[in-house]
């Protein structure tokens, strides 16, 4: 009887491995959805270089554009111009990092998502808007969703945040101390536009600015209680059930 069950469970195995084998057959011959889901969608943005001190705090020259310092707890001064501070990484889940202060790029979240079908950024936050940079024409980020194929560029707007008034600056923001915001990052197949496999989900806290109490100037760069600096978390990332199936079956391999 043991043996029964256990052969019917293999034929149900095998019927959904055929099954997604057939779907994935009737893509597009361009698109390749072989390799393991675990690694298909990908989420990045920069984030503070995990052999920086965190004990440290980083400060914009005043006098220059796109300068910026690192000041290590050791007394150390690096010219991140020179040296790389913040780097684009992947995220990982359930794994918390300092993000860019906003500002050093744009005055704005900047996430980042590549999947080989269409990647949708959606979110329920009352205090935030989206921008698609992917697409030159869409500046004004007033979105609560944004769609495109293959890569996405997409701008995470504060709705609380606050614009420095340093001339030396095109534009530099910050946002409330302690306040969080979460977004949404789901991919679809060219051929479902309707059913995400999958979704993942991104949380923003706002962090304590730690140059605050070393830079004269950072009164214009941020009043009290706002702050630049945001950590970002993948928190969850699932898909559906038969690509569930497929990855224990890959886990055991």
Request: charged share 30%; glycine share 2%.
């Amino acid at each position: 009887m043991k043996t029964t069950k256990k052969a019917i469970i293999l034929l149900l195995l095998v019927s959904i491995i055929s099954t997604v084998i057939s779907i994935n057959s009737c893509e597009n011959k361009n698109q390749d959805y072989t390799y393991s889901i675990r690694d298909a969608l990908k989420i990045s943005t920069w984030v503070l270089d995990e052999s920086r001190d965190e004990n440290g705090y980083w400060i914009e020259d005043t006098e220059y554009i796109n300068r910026s310092f690192w000041f290590e707890s050791d007394g150390t001064v690096i010219d991140s111009a020179e040296d790389d501070v913040f780097v684009e990484e992947l995220l990982k889940l359930n794994d918390v990092r300092i993000m860019v202060p906003m500002g050093h790029f744009t005055p704005d979240i900047n996430i980042y998502c590549e999947f080989d079908g269409i990647i949708e950024a959606d979110t329920d936050d009352e205090y935030i808007r989206l921008a698609n940079r992917s697409n030159p024409n869409d500046t004004i980020m007033e979105h609560k969703n944004v769609r495109q194929p293959y890569k996405l560029h997409v701008e995470v707007c504060p709705l609380d945040r606050y614009y420095s008034p340093l001339e030396t600056y095109v534009m530099l923001s910050s946002t409330k101390l302690g306040k969080e915001y979460s977004l949404n990052i789901n991919a679809y197949r060219f051929d479902n536009e309707e059913s995400p496999i999958i979704r993942a989900k991104l949380k923003f806290v706002v962090l304590e600015d730690k140059s605050s109490s070393d830079s004269p100037d950072y009164a214009e760069l941020s009043p009290k209680g706002y702050s630049r600096f945001l950590s970002v978390e993948l928190v969850s990332y699932e898909y559906s059930d038969s690509y569930i199936i497929l990855d224990e079956l890959w886990d055991e391999e």
